[in-house]
């Protein structure tokens, strides 16, 4: 094959139909976040070197290029370091797809794959209280269908810790309501599914909201006005109605950034200071590695005030053991 057969297009076709979708059938989420990336990027080519979709090739996209299109993000969409490395985890998966089904560009593939993820500062997280929580789910009007739709949402998510992509496509059938108890089904990352319960308070708000819609098990749970899927943005939207209503009784939260991931942090955050087992909410979020649930142990300033509760006042002397055996004794020096 020759250069000038590379055409990005119908690669990006075969990459995403045949390799992504067919043969390791990625989540809808994965398809999506790397449809967007592409998307982003085609149209920065177009943009910085007047090159159309349709026209651009595999050689226009040199490692130079990529970086650009990366620093972009950062300073001209204002995009976190995490986004940027996201991006990047997309155009780095084409590559190695294109190294194999491409081998002639395999050297313009390795120094693409060459390029590194930046590293970000770790922040704490945006850590909320109860009383905040419990203000900004008090805010929806119940007297409305879709205060009774955002109250029920604000209340799942919180319960749940569920993730913005597990509520926009949760669907009534995932949900199961019992006498007794109750719980929701969740699809997250990488397909894998978990079981969460859900609190009385939570399972009569989705019934009364079932029973009002009249909804069928295949229909989603939470839609628009329109009756459709709910975006990111809508969800965001709903969130900062709340916060804004919630501001008048807990002025505390015009000082936080509050994003519906930051709910999903609440949870865990109310989980850990109510003495469940740090194993248990990992679980329960979906986490992969029990490592990503440390930050929570890292933020909670209750727990790090009951550690500094439990040191000693400066000046008191904890009494040392002192060997009496030789051999102990000798052990001891080293």
């Not at 009383?131 to 009774?148: D, Y």
């Not at 943005?233 to 994003?259: E, F, W, Y």
């Not at 490592?291 to 790090?304: G, Q």
Request: charged share 20%; with cysteine.
């Amino acid at each position: 094959m020759k250069h000038t057969d590379a055409l990005v297009g119908p690669l990006l076709q075969e990459f995403f139909v045949k390799h992504l979708m067919t043969h390791r059938n990625v989540s809808p989420q994965t398809l999506w976040s790397y449809r967007d990336a592409f998307r982003l990027l085609l149209r920065f080519v177009a943009a910085k070197m007047h090159i159309e979709p349709v026209a651009l090739n595999l050689i226009h996209l040199s490692p130079s290029v990529i970086l650009a299109f990366l620093d972009s993000l950062e300073m001209e969409r204002n995009n976190t370091v995490r986004s940027r490395n996201a991006r990047l985890a997309a155009v780095r998966s084409f590559f190695r797809w294109v190294a194999i089904s491409r081998p002639d560009f395999a050297g313009l593939a390795t120094s693409v794959l060459a390029i590194p993820t930046k590293r970000a500062d770790r922040r704490l997280i945006c850590a909320l209280s109860r009383p905040e929580i419990q203000a900004i789910l008090g805010v929806p009007n119940l007297s409305t269908p879709c205060g009774r739709r955002d109250h029920a949402m604000l209340l799942t998510m919180y319960n749940t810790g569920a993730r913005v992509s597990e509520i926009t496509t949760m669907a009534c059938s995932q949900v199961e309501l019992g006498s007794r108890s109750s719980f929701v089904h969740l699809h997250g990352k990488g397909r894998k599914e978990r079981c969460v319960p859900l609190w009385v308070r939570t399972a009569d708000a989705i019934r009364k909201w079932m029973r009002e819609r009249d909804a069928v098990p295949t229909s989603l749970l939470f839609t628009n006005y329109r009756g459709e899927k709910l975006t990111r943005n809508g969800v965001d939207c709903i969130l900062k109605k709340a916060i804004a209503g919630a501001v008048q009784t807990c002025p505390s939260l015009s000082k936080k950034h509050v994003s519906p991931h930051v709910i999903r942090h609440a949870t865990a955050t109310h989980l850990l200071q109510a003495g469940v087992d740090i194993s248990v909410i990992a679980l329960w979020l979906g986490h992969e590695s029990i490592d990503t649930t440390h930050i929570y142990m890292e933020s909670n300033l209750a727990h790090k005030e009951e550690a500094l509760g439990r040191l000693q006042p400066a000046g008191q002397r904890t009494p040392r053991f002192h060997a009496t055996d030789k051999v102990m004794a000798f052990l001891e020096t080293l």
